[in-house]
């Protein structure tokens, strides 16, 4: 698990009987990659963003475990950037690059 920010070590694990089950990490780090590297190693198991664990997972180094137990959550996105007459270039792009790639029920502003 995390050694900071504790709330990143309640994993959405729910029980057969619907209750929320919680996990205590008997390891912990402070960076995702830091655990990454261990469960690859074979130290335990990691709860992870789905964005930090894709290549691992493509290459088989790490497995999907408890998808039946395993609540969905989401976390917002902020594209926060200060407001001038003109926006940049390259602020306008990636706007427009998020646009197109998240589903609109995402977007605000």
Known sequence: GFSQLEH???WPLIGADGKRLHISPT??????STLI????AGEGIVCLADFMTIAPRQKG?????LPDYTE?????????YYRQAT???R??????????RLPGKYLQG
Request: glycine content about 2%; aromatic content about 4%.
């Open 8 to 10: 990143l070590n309640q």
């Open 61 to 65: 180094a790490l497995v999907d475990i």
């Open 91 to 100: 602020t306008r792009l990636f706007m427009e690059f998020l646009a197109e």
């Open 72 to 80: 969905l959550k989401t976390q917002a996105v902020n594209a926060v």
């Open 27 to 32: 390891l912990s780090a402070s960076s995702g």
């Open 37 to 40: 590297e261990l469960a690859i």
């Open 87 to 89: 926006l940049s270039q």
